[in-house]
Nanobody
Framework: EVQLVESGGGLVQPGGSLRLSCAAS????????MIWVRRPPGQGLEWVSL????????NYADSLKGRFTISRDNAKNTLYLDMNNLKPDDTAVYYC????????????????????WGQGTQVTVSS
């Protein structure tokens, strides 16, 4: 029933921008905190950003703050990640995931507390 579908990835030149989307269904999207996580090729998962259920609080990995912006449109059941000034090290599969419980904000992300994950969308930054 619960489904998260990422889209918007692709090939972009260094310095370029992309907007990723995560379409949510099968649950009350507006009640759940959401995260973006990425997996660079040959590497482990790296947390990117967190947003609370109401969209009033956001957190970012220190290295990405200022370039990436997380947002959500609860009326459209959609999560977004706007990525600017992209670098080759941003190349990764990007995933969205939902927190396991409603109406809760925790700025220390533990992946085991995120119970549903999307299939991911590939972002490749290369000239």
């Amino acid at each position: 029933e619960v489904q998260l579908v990422e889209s918007g990835g692709g090939l972009v030149q260094p310095g370029g921008s992309l907007r990723l989307s995560c379409a949510a269904s099968g649950f009350t999207f507006s009640d759940y905190a959401m995260i973006w996580v990425r997996r660079p090729p040959g590497q482990g998962l790296e947390w990117v950003s967190l947003i609370n259920s109401g969209g009033t609080s956001t957190n970012y990995a220190d290295s990405l703050k200022g370039r990436f912006t997380i947002s959500r449109d609860n009326a459209k059941n959609t999560l977004y990640l706007d990525m600017n000034n992209l670098k080759p090290d941003d190349t990764a599969v990007y995933y969205c995931a939902k927190y396991k419980s409603p109406l809760y904000y925790n700025d220390y992300v533990r992946y085991e507390e995120y119970d549903y994950w999307g299939q991911g969308t590939q972002v490749t930054v290369s000239s």
